[in-house]
Each structure stands twice: as C-alpha cells, then as structure tokens.
C-alpha cells in the first residue's frame, strides 16, 4: 500500500518563506506531485518531481529526496491568496493517484 | 484549457435514493477519477477508468458504482443513498505529460448532502 504524511495545518506571514514537508511509504516510486486546492475549489496542479534535487515555478519550489523518502514544498514570498490547503501525491499504479491529507496554510497579514 | 464539469455543486438526497452524479471532461482524457473529500482524510478514491466500459475498484468503492459509456462521461451512482455518503465528491480526468508524469485535472466538486 502506500500513504502520505504531511502536517495538517502551518501558519506563515506574508512576505515569509514556508515550507510543506511530505514523507511517503510506497511500494514502487515514481515521483511526488503537489496540488494546491482553495476553500470551495477544485484541486489544481502545482508541481511533479520525478529526480531528486529542486524544481522551482517562480514562487513555488518542490524537493524531492527519493532516498529519504521526503519532500516538500516550499512557498516563498507569501501572499494572502497563497492561503489554501496542499497536497502532495504519488502514483499508485494504473495511472492513479494516493493524495496525503493535506496541510492547511493560513497566510495572515 | 482543460475543463471538467461536473451536473451539480449542491444536491440534497434522501436515504435511501439512487443518486447520479455527472462528470464530462472535453480533453480527450483516456483516464477518469471519482474522488470524495472529507475533511481530514484528503482525497479518496472511490473508482476510476482508463477507458470506454472500463472501470477499476479505488480505495473505497463500497456502495458506489460507475458507468463510462463515452470517453467523456464517468457517472459516479449511489444505488442506494446513506447518510455517511455525505460529502464532497470530486471528478478528475488526466492525461501524462512530456516528462511521464500524470497530470488530474479537476472538476469545481458536487457537495452531496444525504438526509
């Protein structure tokens, strides 16, 4: 089987840095992606790394440590609409994905 | 872009009815998801489909069937509504991109409330 961990809630600043950590148990691995989903919205996608090292999209970077077990998402400087739950998810085979439970970030003035 | 509807955003069941819930992607997507959304347990995936008349068990498919009669059509059905099928029920279509990676893309969620 496979599951994902990633806190449940992290409150950052605007204008700061913050990281989204995601450690994962699979039983085959090929790569970490991230979603982004707003309160009443759909999940959209934010990023996909297959290699280890970092992926940066302009304020947005994704980890991946494949020998850990270990990713994350890092947030750089904050904005209020950045506010949202994210989400890290692996393939399960069969072109499906396994979602962690998210992790809320609450951006505050 | 890409768009995935889905019939309704809010819809309110009795027990015990059969409940339909539509979701209709225009990329040509060969795979559909259906997921429900609880607070606190993520995304789970209920059933979903790599093709025309194909389906495949998810994590939780118990009390829920799928029809995928056209490439852009997956119906989600409760044969027979209970109060613990309330939630968010989300429908997902994808396509893999240059680099392999599966990419879903997401319809705007149906809030099914089962009284």
């Known amino acids: 089987g496979q599951s994902l961990e990633q806190p449940s809630e992290v409150t950052a600043v605007e204008g700061a840095i913050v990281q989204i950590n995601c450690t994962y148990q699979t039983s085959g691995f090929y790569g970490l992606s991230w979603y982004q989903q707003h309160d009443g919205g759909a999940p959209t996608f934010l990023s996909y790394?297959?290699?280890?090292g970092l992926e940066e999209t302009g304020r947005f970077s994704s980890f991946l440590s494949r020998s850990d077990s270990y990713g994350y998402l890092l947030l750089q400087e904050l904005q209020m609409k950045d506010s949202a739950s994210y989400f890290c998810a692996v393939p399960g085979g069969g072109n499906k994905l396994t979602f962690g439970t998210g992790t809320q970030l609450k951006v505050e003035l | 872009d890409v768009k995935v509807t889905q019939s309704s955003r809010y819809l309110v069941k009795r027990t015990g009815e059969k409940v339909f819930l539509e979701c209709v992607q225009d990329m040509d997507h060969e795979n559909m998801f259906w997921y429900r959304q609880d607070p606190g347990l993520g995304l789970r995936l209920i059933y979903f489909?790599?093709?025309?008349?194909?389906?495949e068990k998810g994590d939780i498919p118990e009390g829920y069937s799928v029809s995928r009669e056209k490439k852009e059509r997956f119906s989600l059905i409760l044969e027979s509504a209970s109060t613990n099928q309330t939630s968010m029920y989300l429908c997902?279509?994808?396509?893999?991109?240059?680099?392999?990676?599966?990419?879903?893309?997401f319809g705007p969620g149906t809030r099914l409330l089962v009284l």
């Open positions: 489909s790599y093709d025309v008349k194909m389906k």
């Open positions: 997902a279509s994808s396509s893999q991109s240059d680099r392999g990676e599966e990419t879903q893309y």
């Open positions: 790394n297959a290699l280890d």
